[in-house]
């Protein structure tokens, strides 16, 4: 029997993430996604504000 069998076992080493190049596609596509998003998030509020759509869809009656 070992003295450390029992304590925590080290985690192994993980490898450096490199630094990414930002071209120009990449960093119009970023900036249209957050158009997009922050759009979402607009209509989000503004649908919250109301009530549901529906009325419930389908009843069910209760008998078998």
Known sequence: MSGREGGKKKPLKQAKKQAKDVDEEDAAFKQKQKEEQTKLDE????????????GGGIKKSGKK
Do not use: F, H, I
């Open 43 to 54: 209509l989000k509020a503004k649908a919250s504000q109301k009530g549901p759509l529906t």
